[in-house]
C-alpha cells in the first residue's frame, strides 16, 4: 500500500475583508460593522454560532477603526484609553474585570 504524505499549508489568518466569506446570513453584521462611527451608544456586540465569521469582521473593524484589541482576561487596558475597544471573547471575560 502506498504511504500518503502529510503536508503542511496552514497559511496565516488573515482578517482582511477581502478574505471574508460573504453571505445573506452575515449581510446585517457587515453593514453595522460598517456604519460603526454612528452606532447607537457607541457599542456593538456580534453574536453568532462558531465559524460564522465574528472574530474576522470583528477584526478587520478593529484595524479600520485603530482600535485596541483586548482578551477575555482583561487585566491591562492601559492601551484602550481615548480608542475605539474590540473586546474579544467577551462573554469569557471575568465580570470582577470588566466592571465600572
Not at 69 to 97: F, H, N, T, Y
Request: net charge positive; proline share 4%.
Amino acid at each position: 500500500m502506498a504511504r500518503q504524505l502529510g503536508l503542511k499549508l496552514r497559511r496565516p489568518a488573515s482578517f482582511a475583508r477581502a478574505d471574508f466569506v460573504f453571505s445573506e446570513t452575515n449581510r446585517e453584521a457587515l453593514k453595522l460593522l460598517d456604519a460603526w462611527p454612528s452606532w447607537h451608544g457607541g457599542c456593538l456586540a456580534l453574536v453568532g454560532p462558531e465559524g460564522a465569521g465574528k472574530t474576522h469582521l470583528a477584526m478587520e473593524w478593529a484595524q479600520r477603526a485603530k482600535a485596541a484589541v483586548l482578551r477575555a482576561a482583561c487585566k491591562d487596558i492601559s492601551s484602550a484609553l481615548g480608542r475605539p475597544v474590540l473586546m474579544e471573547d467577551a462573554d469569557k471575560a471575568d465580570r470582577r474585570c470588566c466592571s465600572t
